[in-house]
């Protein structure tokens, strides 16, 4: 692996480490190209708090760090400036001005939540609702005909807990509009090395059968966890059991 486009920074409030660390440890692992992607602030309506992300005020320094960052390491490896963002078609628009306005270089699709976050729960507790299921795929879905995200982060977050079957046929629409967008599919390694419920052996059946692209994902919450060869070896030998093989590298998206 020799890129990385899923990092996060201490902005998001549930990630530690210095910008810094993060780059020092994936230069000693090796890694050519890291990117940092952490959760999106979003122009939500004033009063309404998302915890897991930074806010509006804090992305001036966050690209204005990673772009230091960049120029400080040239020659020695390449660091990425983006976003991990769910789409969210009420405050999408505004997101983009805001993302465009900030010089965000790349975006990753990761539907933490679907409608618009608002009263919305979380997409990965245990749920057997299949019209809930058919809501995140079909605004994923919408989200990656934007054209504007690099790929697909966790594509497999939605905990869903009834039939195997209604749950392929879904998630099915994923992986065929993944291609048709030609957008890769990531392997949360992060997920894989938390034994969560994600990667999901019944969603990666679906994405062999439909050969889609995919990439690995370090979703690094802490610089350390950028040292973690063994997490690595792990996801190719997941791919494998699959007859999948990682892309080393993704083209970006631009977000104009
Ligand atoms: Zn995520
Ligand atoms: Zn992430």
């Not at 350390?224 to 494998?240: M, S």
Request: hydrophobic share 35%; proline share 5%; with cysteine.
């Amino acid at each position: 692996m020799i890129a990385n486009y899923h990092t996060h920074t201490p902005r998001c409030k549930h990630a530690i480490g210095r910008e810094e660390e993060y780059v020092r440890c994936a230069m000693d692992a090796g890694f050519q190209i890291l990117g940092f992607a952490d959760h999106t602030p979003y122009p939500f309506p004033a009063g309404f708090v998302s915890g897991f992300r930074m806010g509006l005020h804090e992305l001036e320094d966050y690209c204005l760090t990673v772009r230091k960052l960049r120029q400080q390491y040239a020659g020695q490896i390449q660091i990425l400036l983006g976003v991990e963002a769910e789409y969210y078609p009420k405050f999408f628009p505004d997101l983009m001005d805001i993302l465009r306005d900030n010089g965000v270089q790349y975006m990753i699709l990761g539907q933490h939540m679907i409608g618009n976050e608002i009263d919305e729960p979380y997409c990965g507790i245990p749920d057997g609702d299949a019209k809930k299921l058919e809501r995140y795929c079909d605004q994923s879905i919408e989200a990656m005909h934007t054209g504007l995200f690099t790929y697909f982060a966790h594509p497999d977050l939605f905990h869903f807990v009834g039939d195997k079957k209604v749950y392929q046929a879904q998630m099915r629409r994923i992986c065929q509009a993944a291609n048709s967008c030609r957008l890769p599919l990531e392997l949360n390694l992060l997920g894989l090395h938390g034994n969560r419920h994600y990667p999901n052996p019944h969603f990666w059946e679906v994405v062999a059968e439909e050969n889609c692209r995919v990439i690995m994902g370090m979703d690094a919450h802490q610089p350390k966890f950028l040292l973690d060869a063994d997490i690595r070896c792990r996801g190719r030998e997941f791919l494998a059991g699959y007859g999948l093989t990682p892309m080393d590298t993704v083209t970006l998206r631009s977000i104009r």
